[in-house]
């Protein structure tokens, strides 16, 4: 029986490992962590992440052929093929800092594999790393390998949080790079039949391992930039009274273009996007090419100045001061159905609002008071390392309650910033909530889920982005 152990329990090895679980039922599949709460958590009825459709799986197969453990050595030596879905975060100090990916985690986790192996070995990348990554692992491998023959493949992972479930079962495409020698091949191939038990095999593309780690840092650049795109319409079209939404219905007709990833907000977030396009700016300065990395940075420029843009609006309307007024926060997560908070636009508006002394009362439907509180005191890129090497969060933010319904969060307040786009949002009693609030009430829309015309006849004074504005907001522009 192949044997198959993942090292890391988080939001990529957890469902990946489970669907390959549930769909080769003659493959044992095992999911190591050093993190003793996170594997409890995976071998209880409360999974440490939330996401449709994974509980079904995980308690379909837990028990036969998958298990979680953090035995991490044990299972590593019995494996045929480890993939590593390890932390890549972004680096704080030293060489790159701001930009690089910190290696520290995948280095360590291949200095074990090569530690623990008594046999020969296919070691697959599964976290997004910079190109070339693969060659170094290689070498950690190869000059502490005792004789065993490692093999590394690149297989980044195209999930969308909320639909990871969906996307693992019926995935785009799958990516597997490797050596174009005999032995790589014959790791491809390998990696291949396992997932050929579901996937039509020419939706699984074989490429070599330097176009299988870069194909994931430009499919995650060419997704961001589209939303920066729209993002920097959407100022274009306040200023001149176009419909953002219109513009983009238009624009995605064209079957060149399409119509995905083209709806204006307050911004993206998400593990993946900012750190990647970091990543790539990165690679493309070390490689001298500083007018690709400065394209790609605009990017995240633009993206930083849509949340800066979305603050300043919502202070300026309400007669240039937010100070000790109650701000509703309806959202949190960096998108619907995930309790996912990595690089939400949620933190930089909350923090700007918090700058400007506001008192914030929010509600997430997945997030809880800990993991808010915890995201509103850590340092830019400190989330990314593991939960146990994070700093230890500092007494609570002051002026931030966190609430457990909408109702709750919107009375008294004098303005509502809908920051995720839950589809509760959207069936809320607005009337309600008008009647509790502080008047004029404001509502300002960050994802675009609101029926503004109907919010306008209750008597709310509404901000939609992108949109045509109030007669009360153009008087008072967002100056960036």
Known sequence: MVKICCIGAGYVGGPTMAVIALKCPNIQVAVVDISTARINAW???TLPIYEPGLDEVVKKCRGKNLSFSTDVEKHVAESDIVFVSVNTPTKTQGLGAGKAADLTYWESAARMIADVAKSNKIVVEKSTVPVKTAEAIEKILTHNSKGINFSILSNPEFLAEGTA???????????IGGRETPEGKKAIEALRDVYAHWVPVDRILCTNLWSAELSKLAANAFLAQRISSVN???????????????????????TRIGPKFLNASVGFGGSCFQKDILNLVYICECN??????????????VNDYQKTRFVNRIVSSMFNTVSGKKIAVLGFAFKKDTGDTRETPAIDVCKGLIGDKAKLSIYDPQVNQDQIQRDLSMKKFDWDHPVHLQPMS??????????WDAYTATKDAHGICILTEWDEFKNLDYQKIFNDMQKPAFVFDGRNVVDAERLRKIGFIVYSIGKPLDDWLKDMPAVA
């Open 232 to 254: 920097a319409m959407s100022a274009l079209c306040e200023a001149t009274g176009a419909d953002v939404s219109q513009v983009a219905h238009a624009v995605g007709k064209d």
């Open 288 to 301: 001298g090419l500083p007018e690709v990395a400065t394209y790609w940075k605009q990017v995240i420029k």
């Open 43 to 45: 071998n209880s009825d």
């Open 394 to 403: 500092p007494t609570s933010v002051k002026d931030v309650s966190v609430v």
């Open 165 to 175: 479930i969906s996307d693992l079962l019926n995935p785009d495409r799958v990516l």
